[in-house]
């Protein structure tokens, strides 16, 4: 760099959080008109460091200098009227106000006079000057929602210039932008650059470090690993500095045999978050998913699961059924045609009627007894709501019921383009098949009580047939399903997602499956009582007794209770999705035990994880995602921090 | 840069083209024609001056409470207040006049509309208690309030010994019922109260700082919006205007303090006509112009249906039908997007 005035220099920072040493004495420094860049894995103390600089947090120790004088930066007001802002990944935009009333929000330039009208025009006038200034072309009276993402950044760019900002952060700015679109933002922070501003810039692509940056610091575990200037530095240096976080912990991990496939899931994409997603899950493996936060890790679990809807792509789960479970692409049978089918049969009853004639004759019907159960009287006189003296025998109601069926395969066709011209001609053909092979058992029998019968009740049976039939080939892959083949999710966010906090350690092991516990048709509580706890002596849950509410556990035994729920749920594919996440060393070891003796068990274990020594402590098999792209599937004995951390942050 | 200007320019009002008028408020006012359309033909005395005079002076009050719920609803709150607050005006603007005079009665009347919307504001502001919940609190305290002050009966009117004096009752009825030349003051009121509203939405930063607190909260709050006082002058301007609807229709009812007059479906109709208008539910989106479309059209169905002699409870199955068809429309335009 050429000698330029200092921004901002953090001298020996020093930040915990109760059971974390977040930051351990780091130095950064910004120049003016440079752009810096900040590396780190998941978790090695970027964004603390960005929220300290932004007021947000404070740090124990350390200083902060802005432009050569010593500052304190007690909340995030002053931070801004000093000149820093920050633009997260989650923009901080208000969608139905206008681009330029987005920019000025909070300072607005208010007219002269007792009306105190805002000089809108003047705000319109400032915003086309900065977005000239960032030479982007923005409709500034267009509403934010209608704006792209990259758009949407640009308009938070240009919010930071109007506050007069010296020091601008970026939170991984281009994690959900396209090739040009990340053009268009880099010319807009050289043009930057070119003021004055002095740039700090988060990111995980590590191809972008030579594109616009000028330094580049990197930290590891909280620690400062060092400056240096991007032209001096190969990536492969970097990725070396970035890795190497202590290998001491302890995994309980043993060799084992795989079975046969468990789970299959084969061109999994949801457009724009994941794409093409493949691999196979075993009986007794333990699969470790890699990445970095945001490269589609819980998004893929989630559809795995059925609990996010995907654009193509099956998933299989084999054991459990032999059947294939397609996800998308698949018509389900919607509420307004089954209710359409239900009115053309009945519709259709005097048809049957007619065509057996005599069989019921409503006119001789003597009221005086009442019709024998299960009898086309009974069916008339309770369904319908009485006897039909006038079933008619006119072309009538089969015209009604031609076109009501004409219209519901009409409907079909406008409205759910999604169906395959196969399905419909399915569907056409299986309810007339249906029909006519009602009509054809009925006209075998002669004897009259008996028609009536089979006429009456074939036809409901017809209905449910159908709807079973519907069921074999139409169906959507859903949590429920997922579940009932033995799919279990641990999520992430175990505290909301998985768990009733308020409620005891019994229910929420028992309640996702209540069936298990019920003996003629009452819930057995006995039953519950010896279950939970051989449950909770099985996977050493730390509770005083059962009926502890949940929120009185540790992060560990409340884990621990999710996997107890899902164990009673007899779920033999389990995801875990960050299991130690905020849990203490013992109960780490514990959860990782816990995981090892199901899969020795013969259960399927996917475990997603930002930690790379958990990942390549307990998994048989690593596979890595990057921006929603597979990029690798290493086995245990290849795999190597260095590794898999290029897999997750460089382009092949 | 007017990059993004369309091609046919062609100016309708005020500089507006026919493309800003979003596709919601086209098909609301082809709705209205067509509505007045069928009326035309379906009735015989519809389509007079006398009857959209008289239908417009009679639900004068609707406009206001419409007004105030469009402001609350669009800064993502909720004011089931309304109804209560108008029978506390009631019959406190009531007790003032019979006291101290018209003039003195109607700021007492106003006051006590603004002092319960502050008190609204101050428990969503300050106390940050859910709009719904706090409103919920002023509906039953101010209900209470007005049967208590009154011990559950109408004041006035047919009351011995407490009527208003002549003078006092004949400003008060011409406060709803006078004409100024040929255009009746309700007319006036609501253009006033129309043109404020709009004005403050559209030019003044409160204007704008409710929209940004209905799209969202923490922006604007992150942007230095002064999130008790707005919520507190928000609340206190919806409570001011629910006040002068309450004095609306007391005047225009029997000039009297009647303790139930909000106490009917007031609330749900200022509801209605606001999402009806276009104001979104959830806040950030709509405005006063939606909501008086929105008034026109409840009024007018209504008005319609009467001339029509079809009932009451049929007429409510009709407005409901009219809310769920415009929420859904709006509900599909947006799943599209």
Redesign the interface.
Known sequence: MPESKNLLRMMEIDKSFPGVHALKEVDFDLAEGEIHILLGENGAGKSTLIKILAGMYHADSGQIEISETPTIIPDARTGRDLGISVIYQELNLVPDLSVAKNIFLGREPVLPGIMKRVDWARVEQESLAIMERLDVKIDVNAPVRSLSVADQQMVEIARALVFDCKILVMDEPTSSLSGHEIEELFKAVNRLREHGVGIIYISHRLEEVHEIGDRVTVLRDGEYMGTWEVKEVELDFLITQMVGRTLDEKFPWTPREHGEVALRVRGLTRNGVFEDINFDLHYGEIVGLSGLVGAGRTEVARAVMGADPVDSGTVEMTRATKEKEEIQNLPHYPLWMAILDVVVLIMALPLFTVIFQGIYDPVTLNMNSPPPLFSGKWFYEWIIGGPLYNIPNGPTPYIVAAGLVVLRQAGLWFMERQYHWRTLVIDFASWYALAIGAMVITSLFTQNFVLEWVMIWGGVAMVLIRFLTILTYERKWTPTLAIRRGLGLLPEDRKTQGLTQVLSVAFNTTSANLRRLIKRWLLNLTMEKDLVDEHINQLKIMTPDQETQIRFLSGGNQQKVVLAKWLFRRANVLIFDEPTRGIDIGAKFEVHSQMLQLAKDGAAVMMISSELPEILGMSDRILVMREGQLTADIGRNDATQEQILRYAMTAD | ????ASTGNEKLFLGYSVKDIPFERLLLISAFIVLMIFYTFATENFLTLENFVNVVRRDAWLFFIAYAQTLVIISAGFDLSQGSIMSVVSVMAWSAMLHFGFFIGLIAGLGIGLLCGVINGFFVGVARVQPFIATLGMLFIGSGAAQLWTGGLQMGGAREGATLPKHVEDAYVLLAKGNLGPIPFTFIWIIIALATMW?LLK???FG?YV??L???E???I????NFPAMKIAIFGIGGLLCGFAGLLLSASVSAAGEPRLGGGDQLLQSIGATIIGGT?IFG??GGVLGTTLGVFLIIFLVNGLNIMGIDTYRQQIVVGLVILASIWVSTLREQKN
């Open positions: 840069m007017s990059a993004a004005y030019y003044t930063r704008t929209y940004a209905g799209g969202n923490q922006t604007a992150s942007a230095g919006i979104h950030g989106r």
